[in-house]
């Protein structure tokens, strides 16, 4: 008689193995487009509070947040993107991420239009980022992630600033104070 049971502990090693192959993102809206980071480089999310424009800084920084007593700049995502800058409205809100800048941890905002989920997402379902016909710069982004019939762009958020970049912010917020919240 063959015996056709399977071990409790292959189907735990199975599914531990699917779980590992996908990834998990979390997605949110920027100029009508759906875009995605690792869900690992996300620090936390925070709603807006009073931003502080800093003079002299490019469109797509929109200024600095007081984040419990830290100065943390805040990029316009859509500005940075190439699109207009973003209307806040109120499921506006700042994706706080780390980066780093010359093996220094730098943490840094990204204002967002409206966060939506977080997606698993198989590896199969990720592809290699165009090289055309998107209206993002190429090397923002890390790769496709296909959900269902539509395509989510997973932006690489070390490259949406460029290390120079980085390093005139970290000079910016290290200069200005931080404001003081009544």
């Known amino acids: 008689m063959n015996d056709l049971s399977i071990n409790k502990d292959q189907v735990r090693s199975h599914?531990?193995?699917?779980?590992?192959?996908?990834?998990?993102?979390?997605?949110?809206?920027?100029?009508?487009?759906?875009?995605?980071?690792?869900?690992?480089?996300?620090?936390?999310?925070?709603?807006?509070?009073?931003?502080?424009?800093?003079?002299?800084?490019?469109?797509?920084?929109?200024?600095?947040?007081?984040?419990?007593?830290?100065?943390?700049?805040?990029?316009?995502?859509?500005?940075?993107?190439?699109?207009?800058?973003?209307?806040?409205?109120?499921?506006?809100?700042?994706?706080?991420?780390?980066?780093?800048?010359?093996?220094?941890k730098q943490s840094l905002g990204m204002l967002v239009d409206q966060v939506k989920e977080i997606l698993d997402i198989p590896e199969d379902h990720i592809q290699p980022a165009p090289t055309f016909g998107t209206n993002i710069r190429v090397e923002f982004i890390q790769a496709m992630g296909r959900v269902e019939d539509e395509f989510i762009i997973l932006l690489e958020i070390s490259r949406v600033l460029s290390v120079s970049e980085l390093a005139e912010l970290s000079l910016m917020t290290a200069a200005e104070p931080a404001p003081v919240l009544a």
Do not use: W
């Open 15 to 104: 599914e531990t193995a699917a779980v590992e192959q996908q990834g998990q993102y979390l997605t949110f809206l920027v100029a009508d487009e759906a875009l995605g980071i690792a869900i690992n480089d996300v620090k936390e999310i925070i709603e807006i509070t009073s931003i502080t424009r800093v003079p002299m800084t490019p469109d797509y920084i929109r200024g600095v947040i007081n984040l419990r007593g830290n100065v943390v700049p805040v990029v316009d995502l859509s500005a940075r993107l190439g699109h207009q800058v973003s209307e806040l409205s109120k499921r506006s809100c700042i994706v706080l991420v780390e980066v780093s800048c010359n093996d220094e």
